[in-house]
């Protein structure tokens, strides 16, 4: 999938006076242009942007301000005026103007989407997901916006981050307006909201899935992280909530949400309550006491720990308009969602299924979600890393949730310019003192997959997690392609599974 094309949509013509309204305080110097785009990316600038100096951790947007005109900057968007010939827009903080300039710029186009916003640790993305399959069984054109990809109708392209930059975002809903779309779902980070990239968007509806320490790295503490999620559940950016109240997070800001809010989860504390889980390898089935009655909700994305997801998805597209029967028959018919709970089956007698788990709550979920799936006895063998550059405390954790698989094979996930040893011994620790468990130590990420495969029988599950849609592993400074999804088709192959009439394969090489 390519990425999107920086120009999309026809051009608008804003004066500089407008934006100037935008923002209170904002200073005004030279003629009042008028400006069709904006960017906070030099390199993009067209003739006849607005270039946003965005100051930055490693770089300041004012220094390249320069090159920005050359390219044809006709305005700049400033903390302090520049000696450049140029109209130039003075605000506070160019990070927090950002988003509401760029909203203007392009028409204000998500105040003409129904659009839901999700937030929350883990199901971000499937929630998004269910969600659309939801808003498009109802007839609807739909836009999709979050980590795997961004998608306007049947059109899909990669996605830099799971949240984009304003200027990026606006221009993206621009888009959606111009192609018809009617509702959207997307995906809102903890970054994205600490960093105002949604400023001047309020979401019809706002959910959260859950919470646990992740992004510990760029936050500090959990607390932090939670309060940049929070901020989404306020009448500045939402004008509905669900919240699931599972965890002590989602009953936390529940009791603090500053709008009308509906609870959901198992808890018996949620207004919509989850009473009936059924998992199994053909998916997952819920009943849902809600306000439309008991609804029986059903995805083909196996694991239970997509319960709350589908209750999520199924109060949001209601929530926007979509009638109880649409909104089911979509959820229930959404394809398979990438790298998320998604098996590979070459028809082999066992389940590999390779998952985005990251954190040690989400791998101990779908670890504890395989066990349920294996046949009689059958086994879990995990395949799992933790990722260079964030969050080193947790690697422990990771590592003794890990060993609640019966075989466990610790190996890089991507590990930038970490030493992958280095990483895996700190996992290691975290299984020190543990029960007994079969550790297997396999750096090479596809060698590890291969292992695993060749190790299962009949009736075992095959998890590999941590990576599951991505196609790119970061090793020392190089960009290496590794698809866990093809690596797995691969080593099936490889012991003669090939679709529907398998060669006879040999044993497992480790007793069971």
């Not at 030279?30 to 990316?41: E, R």
């Not at 270039?51 to 947007?61: E, N, Q, R, T, V």
């Not at 888009?175 to 968007?201: C, N």
């Not at 109240?245 to 198992?266: I, K, N």
């Amino acid at each position: 999938m390519a990425r999107p094309p920086a120009r999309l949509g026809s051009p608008r013509h804003v004066r500089l006076s407008e934006l100037a309204a935008v923002w209170t305080g904002a200073e005004r110097s030279g003629a009042d242009v008028a400006v069709v785009d904006c960017t906070h990316d030099s390199r993009q600038v067209r003739p006849g942007w607005l270039f946003c100096a965005l100051p930055g951790a490693h770089y300041d947007g004012h220094d390249f301000a320069d090159a920005a005109v050359r390219a044809g900057a006709r305005a700049l968007l400033v903390q302090r005026f520049l000696d450049l010939d140029v109209p130039q827009l003075r605000v506070p903080s160019v990070r927090w103007a950002m988003g509401p300039v760029a909203a203007a710029v392009h028409g204000r186009p998500a105040e003409r989407l129904s659009l839901a916003g999700v937030t929350g640790t883990n199901g971000k993305t499937t929630t998004s997901y269910l969600l659309q399959a939801a808003f498009e069984a109802y007839g609807w054109r739909a836009g999709l916006l979050g980590t795997v990809e961004t998608r306007i109708g049947r059109q899909r392209w990669t996605s830099p981050l799971t949240t984009l930059e304003a200027p990026d975002l606006q221009r993206v809903f621009a888009r959606m307006r111009k192609d018809g779309v009617r509702a959207a779902a997307m995906e809102v980070s903890s970054h994205a909201l600490d960093q105002h990239r949604v400023g001047g968007i309020v979401y019809d509806v706002a959910v959260f899935t859950n919470l646990a320490a992740e992004h510990l790295d760029y936050h500090g503490t959990i607390e932090q992280y939670y309060y940049s999620k929070s901020r989404l559940f306020t009448p500045e950016h939402c004008r509905q909530a669900l919240v699931c109240v599972d965890d002590e997070w989602g009953v936390r800001l529940a009791s603090h949400t500053t709008v009308p809010t509906v609870t959901f989860g198992r808890s018996p504390r949620a207004q919509a309550r989850i009473t009936r889980v059924v998992s199994d390898r053909r998916g997952v089935r819920i009943v849902l006491d809600c306000a439309d009655g008991a609804v029986e909700l059903s995805t083909r994305t196996v694991g239970a720990i997509n319960a709350t997801n589908l209750a999520a998805a199924y109060l949001a597209a209601r929530a926007l308009g979509v009638p109880p029967e649409a909104a089911a028959h979509g959820i229930g018919h959404c394809p398979a969602i990438p790298g998320r709970s998604e098996v590979v089956d070459l028809g082999q007698p066992f389940l590999v299924i390779v998952d985005y788990a990251h954190t040690p709550g989400a791998l101990s979920a779908q670890i504890g979600t395989a066990h349920e799936l294996t046949g009689p006895g059958g086994r879990v063998l995990v395949v799992v890393g933790c990722r260079g550059g964030r969050d080193r405390y947790k690697r422990p954790d990771a590592g003794r949730a890990a060993v609640d698989a019966d075989i466990a094979v610790f190996t890089s996930d991507s590990p930038g310019r970490e030493d992958p040893r280095a990483i895996v011994s700190a996992m290691l620790t975290g299984a020190l003192g543990l029960p007994e468990r079969t550790v297997v130590v396999e750096l090479d990420r596809a060698a590890a997959i291969h292992r695993a495969i060749a190790m299962a029988g009949p009736g075992d599950v095959v998890l590999i997690v941590g990576r599951g849609h991505e196609t790119t592993q970061h090793l020392a400074g190089h960009d290496i392609p590794l698809d866990d999804r093809k690596e797995a088709r691969a080593a099936l192959m490889a012991h003669g599974w090939a679709g529907s009439h398998p060669r006879l394969r040999r044993q497992s090489s480790v007793p069971r």
